[in-house]
Nanobody, 117 residues
Framework: QVQLVESGGGLVQPGGSLRLSCAAS????????MGWYRQAPGKQRELVAV???????NYADSVKGRFTISRDNAKNTVYLQMNSLKLEDTAVYYC???????????WGQGTQVTVSS
């Protein structure tokens, strides 16, 4: 059974930081690209950041320079370090895995991030 379990969300003031974690089980983590997506109320889900199985990264323009995605293959975990948070970063953040071969993907249940003063 595949599980992607996110943690680390919460309430933070503008300019603050949060670190999201996503622990994966039931997949061969090292051959999956891992990504973070977010969905704000009334908006479509959008890509935030992705890291390939070999460590290449890509970011949405809106988070470049503020967010950092990383992975620890020994712990089957992907992280999203979020700095200089803005009100518009408020959303539910979802973890995603996509297999290098075949492209099968899975989603976590999401974790709420609220940026508010």
């Amino acid at each position: 059974q595949v599980q992607l379990v996110e943690s680390g969300g919460g309430l933070v003031q503008p300019g603050g930081s949060l670190r999201l974690s996503c622990a994966a089980s039931g997949i061969i983590f090292s051959i999956n690209a891992m990504g973070w997506y977010r969905q704000a109320p009334g908006k479509q889900r959008e890509l935030v950041a992705v890291i390939t199985h070999v460590g290449s990264t890509n970011y949405a323009d809106s988070v470049k320079g503020r967010f950092t995605i990383s992975r620890d293959n020994a712990k089957n975990t992907v992280y999203l370090q979020m700095n200089s948070l803005k009100l518009e970063d408020t959303a539910v953040y979802y973890c995603n895995s996509r297999a290098v071969v075949g492209g099968r993907q899975y989603w976590g249940q999401g974790t709420q991030v609220t940026v508010s003063s």
